[in-house]
């Protein structure tokens, strides 16, 4: 008897391999070609589609579902403007190590005997932010998924690029094994041996956790609460170790805020930190670093005394065994973390409105009294540094942003991926008038779909950020802003509520309204745009 897999087409296959990698939703801005019919055989399979106003918020959407799932996001758009509009989408989750898979409308070899119409090469445009470019018709649809799905889910985790005509999407196919996620090597005993070593001539060892140590939070705080040492985050990081943990000492970037910790330092554990995450700026501290990671860095910060790669959790329960506590005391740390959060504060006079600390401690304070519990998604500007710092979070995941590209425009789609993937919770998105506006359709998005979504918006009509970066230069008038928009009016024009706020009892009565809400609320809040990032 024929126990095959029986017939189907080259888009039946690749949704049911994404179906069977637990792949829930595919965001996208669809064209003519495969993508109707990915669309179709995706909801066959029990995945929603979600329709973007752009492809690189649609790709955004999707790798914010894969960071917080755990498993591969799936995009799709059409030839050509809609490849080149996802490029910036890609580049995120490339350097933000998203699993993302995009499937993208192709050319089949008949259209290239004459076609130039939209034509360029896909996979070289986006060969330098995807692992993987595959092209249904070169191969069949069921080993494009699997070999796709395995790069994007392959530490370090990435992008790649399914190329599928319509006339291949139509095309008799073969359902797809199922495939297991890629197993991570147990790390080496010598290596564990080495960082024990480390450890043990170590008095004052501080951690660094990064991007891949959501995945291992219990384990690593287990070994931080062992060594009674400080612990620094990076953004992606943030609550991985909760702000009010005792031992939490700040953010780290690289930069100078967080400097004075890592001077007391003999000994630096880095857990899960991509070098993608720190700002451009030499390591600094001559000590021994042990660097735990899925992986060996291509670029690594500081040559290791000891490199644990594979499996994180192992590893830091390793370390954890016999582990000694440090000559920290918690006054200390204590100390180092008032220090940094000193470094990081805003004048809430200076320059009129509500200053950006404020904005951010009145909202978590207004969402608190609400019983409202939202994921955050913050935006690059100015105001990403008084959203990060002073935003207190509790898990992994409490916090959404995009480090390693730091691109604009990220907040109001990440927000609208978490708020549908945990609906109880929903989401806030901290964002500039800048970057929201480069993907201001995204709030009909949101509207259309009723998401619990609150935007707070720091409307001050400049680039803050590079405003600060000009120095002396003399730029021509309206180089770096623009008349204020009203962005609580175009919500309103969107199908959503749009509300203002000039003062902190404003704020807090906006959020009020907000948080009592059961669809996208914008409000839009003044500030003063003199913020110093204190980077060094």
Request: hydrophobic share 55%.
């Amino acid at each position: 008897m024929d126990h095959a897999a029986p017939a189907t087409t080259a888009a039946d296959a690749l949704a049911a391999a994404f179906a069977g990698a637990g792949t829930k939703r595919i965001y996208g801005v669809p064209g003519g070609g495969s993508s109707l019919d990915l669309i179709a055989a995706a909801k066959a399979r029990g995945i929603d589609f979600v329709l973007a106003r752009h492809e690189t918020s649609a790709v955004i959407m999707a790798a914010t579902e894969a960071e917080l799932a755990g498993t591969p996001g799936v995009a799709l758009c059409t030839r050509g403007p809609g490849v080149g509009n996802a490029a910036n989408g890609m580049a995120h989750a490339a350097l933000d190590r998203a699993p993302v898979v995009l499937v993208a409308d192709g050319f089949a070899p008949a259209e290239r005997a004459f076609a130039t119409h939209q034509y360029f090469d896909h996979a070289a445009m986006l060969a330098p932010v995807t692992k993987l470019q595959v092209s249904v018709g070169q191969m069949a649809a069921g080993d494009a998924a699997r070999l796709a799905l395995a790069a994007v889910m392959a530490a370090p985790r990435g992008a790649a690029l399914i190329e599928v005509s319509g006339q291949a999407a139509k095309q008799p196919a073969t359902l797809p094994a199922a495939q297991p996620v890629p197993a991570l090597p147990a790390p080496d005993a010598a290596a564990i041996a080495a960082a024990r070593r480390v450890l043990a001539g170590a008095k004052r060892p501080v951690v660094i956790a990064g991007l891949e140590a959501v995945m291992a939070a219990e384990p690593l705080r287990a070994l931080v609460a062992a060594l009674g040492c400080p612990v620094l985050v990076t953004y992606k990081a943030k609550g991985v170790v909760a702000d009010a943990d005792p031992h939490f000492a700040g953010i780290f970037t690289c930069g100078l805020a967080e400097g004075a910790v890592l001077d007391a330092a003999d000994a630096v554990i880095m857990v899960g930190a991509d070098p993608v995450e720190f700002i451009p700026k030499p390591w600094r501290w001559p000590v021994p670093v042990i660097e735990v990671a899925t992986s060996p860095r291509t670029l690594p910060y500081a040559v290791p005394a000891a490199a644990l790669t594979g499996r994180i959790a192992s590893a830091l329960v390793a370390l954890a065994e016999g582990a000694a506590p440090s000559a920290w005391h918690p006054a200390e740390i204590a100390a180092l973390r008032g220090d940094w959060l000193r470094a990081l504060a805003n004048d809430p006079r200076r320059g009129g409105g509500i200053g950006p600390q404020r904005v951010v401690e009145i909202t978590q304070a207004a969402a608190r009294a609400a019983g409202f519990d939202p994921r955050v998604a913050v935006d690059a500007g100015a105001h990403m540094f008084p959203a990060t710092t002073f935003w207190q979070c509790e898990r992994p995941g409490d916090l959404l942003i995009s480090n390693g590209l730091a691109t604009m425009g990220f907040a109001l789609p990440a927000a609208i991926a978490a708020a549908l993937h945990d609906p109880a919770r929903g989401a806030l998105a901290f964002t500039g008038d800048g970057g929201l506006l480069m993907g201001l359709g995204e709030l009909a998005t949101a509207a259309v779909l009723g998401v619990k979504l609150v935007v707070v918006a720091f409307n001050d009509a400049t680039l803050s950020l590079i405003d600060i970066k000009k120095d002396a230069r003399d730029l021509p008038a309206g180089a770096l802003g623009w008349p204020r928009a009203d962005l609580a009016g175009a919500m309103r024009a969107m199908g959503g509520v749009g509300l203002r706020a000039n003062t902190e009892t404003e704020l807090a009565a906006a959020m009020a309204e907000a948080c009592a809400a059961t669809g996208p609320v914008l409000i839009d809040s003044g500030y003063p745009a003199q913020i110093k990032a204190l980077r060094g």
